[in-house]
């Protein structure tokens, strides 16, 4: 006879690993971007600052998000490098934006980004590492989690056929 109790347990115990390990991992990925929300009156203008090194990836990315965006609103955005070279130079134009770019030496780099509009803006701006594409922790969470999910449905299954035959 199978133990309906046990396989919840077990079953609840994998949901619960499998969803810790997902938010750990979705931490860790957060963790390497900065960012900074402000409101931007006309000609005004913020940094967002990060370091970043080309070992860990040479991948960069920042984004820009304007909370109350409309037609014809436009920013300048520009990312500098630790030697206080432009890398990137752009109009923003659309809301939200992102863009990649390439992390080239060790140290800080900055997103400035300036209100060029007429009227004030909420902008978030954010700089760090592009995310990696799924890895092995990633694929493990999720199988945890399904494998979790399966026993509760079985789990439970088993748990209702014995109390309809305790009940006969």
């Given at each position: 006879m199978v133990n309906s109790k046990a396989i919840l347990i077990i079953s609840g115990i994998l949901v619960i690993a499998g969803i810790l390990i997902s938010f750990f991992q979705s931490e860790t990925e957060t963790s390497n971007l900065a960012s900074s929300q402000q409101d931007l009156s006309p000609g005004s203008s913020m940094?967002?600052?990060?370091?970043?090194?080309?070992?860990?990836?040479?991948?960069?990315v920042y984004?820009?998000?304007?909370?109350?965006?409309?037609?014809?609103?436009?920013?300048?955005?520009?990312?500098?490098?630790?030697?206080?070279?432009?890398?990137?130079?752009?109009?923003?134009?659309?809301?939200?934006?992102?863009?990649?770019?390439?992390?080239?030496?060790?140290?800080?780099?900055?997103?400035?980004?300036?209100?060029?509009?007429?009227?004030d803006m909420q902008v978030l701006g954010i700089i760090?590492?592009?995310?990696?594409?799924?890895?092995?922790?990633?694929?493990?969470?999720?199988?945890?989690?399904?494998?979790?999910?399966s026993g509760l449905a079985i789990g439970m299954m088993y748990f209702i056929k014995n109390r309809s035959k305790r009940a006969n």
């Open positions: 940094n967002v600052t990060n370091s970043l090194d080309p070992i860990k990836s040479k991948d960069g984004s820009i998000q304007i909370s109350d965006f409309k037609d014809g609103d436009i920013l300048s955005a520009n990312v500098v490098d630790p030697n206080g070279n432009f890398i990137v130079t752009k109009s923003i134009t659309k809301s939200p934006f992102q863009e990649n770019f390439t992390i080239s030496s060790t140290g800080t780099y900055e997103l400035k980004i300036q209100n060029t509009a007429q009227g760090g590492y592009y995310p990696e594409g799924a890895t092995l922790l990633d694929v493990f969470s999720v199988i945890i989690l399904i494998a979790g999910l």
